[in-house]
């Protein structure tokens, strides 16, 4: 592999993105109506630094696909994964994994599990987890392919899940609960997220200083579509949503982020779209 070099873009862009449901279709995972807008990054070496409930073993596939080589973040803040050499400075309180200078911020996710079960049976609320789940049963639930499904069960730092009980009141009763014992849930594309005191948001302004500490002035665009990127969207400068077809979850992100721009277009049509517009506007 050729050596990296971090070189500052026009502007000093950086762009963090959200997958399902905003890079990726929801449902057939393919990024390809958002080529154009990608390869324009590109060009611009403009940094796309992925912020999902992903693990890391999900997002080095795609960071692979997409030929990406900048930090990303796995598992809905749960840990910033930078390679090695990336900036031209030491990075304090990185652990070193394998390629990566790794800043960490998750709870453990084998204690995660246990307190979500434990507050969960104690409520008489019945939940499944991905912990609870076999690879197939992940690949029919998701719709991923086996191979996927058994990437996205090694989790480090956040449990997807599932509220088995029915009606609005458990859910609260349990949310509620969650949150008393110091832990966060959040809603995505198709789970419940439980995770430690983190957040994409939290993971963003990490990055976002490390960049400023190389470049000095920096400009951040985050894109989501789902409320577990209320965090995301709330800590950069220009937040963009992009359209999702759930009733509802559009204009709930809009009335918490009123500066927000909105795709016309959901996933990577909307991506596309609004990535296209904000380039030409900011980086060229």
Not at 90 to 115: F, H, N, P, Q
Request: hydrophobic share 35%; charged share 25%; glycine share 8%.
């Amino acid at each position: 592999m050729t050596e990296f070099t971090l070189t500052k873009p026009d502007g000093g862009m950086v762009v963090f993105t959200d997958l399902d449901g905003t890079l990726l279709d929801h449902e057939t995972y393919s990024y390809s109506p958002a080529v154009e807008a990608l390869e324009l990054l590109e060009r611009q070496r403009i940094p796309l630094i992925i912020c999902s409930s992903k693990t890391r073993v999900e997002i080095e596939l795609i960071q692979i696909d997409l030929r990406l080589r900048h930090p990303f973040i796995s598992e809905n803040g749960g840990a910033v994964f930078i390679p090695k050499g990336y900036f031209p400075f030491a990075l304090e309180g990185a652990r070193d994994i394998e390629c990566y200078e790794v800043l960490e911020s998750g709870m453990d996710y084998g204690k995660l599990v246990e307190t979500l079960h434990d507050i969960s049976t104690k409520l008489g609320i019945k939940v499944v987890g991905f912990s609870d789940m076999s690879s197939e049963e992940i690949a029919q639930d998701s719709k991923l392919s086996p191979m996927e499904a058994r990437l996205a069960k090694q989790r480090e730092y956040d449990e997807p899940f599932r509220i088995l009980t029915p009606g609005p009141a458990s859910r609260s009763r349990l949310l509620d609960a969650l949150h008393e014992s110091g832990l966060r849930c959040t809603r995505g594309g198709r789970y419940h997220h439980v995770t430690g005191v983190t957040d994409k948001g939290l993971a963003i302004r990490k990055l976002r200083s490390l960049y400023a500490r190389a470049w000095g002035n920096v400009l951040t665009v985050g894109l989501g579509d789902s409320p577990n990127d209320l965090p995301l969207l709330q800590e950069v400068d220009v937040p963009i949503v992009v359209r999702n077809p759930a009733a509802g979850t559009t204009g709930r992100l809009q009335r918490k982020v009123p500066t927000a721009h909105i795709s016309t277009a959901p996933g990577p049509r909307g991506w596309n779209e609004m990535v296209l517009e904000v380039v030409g506007q900011h980086a060229m």
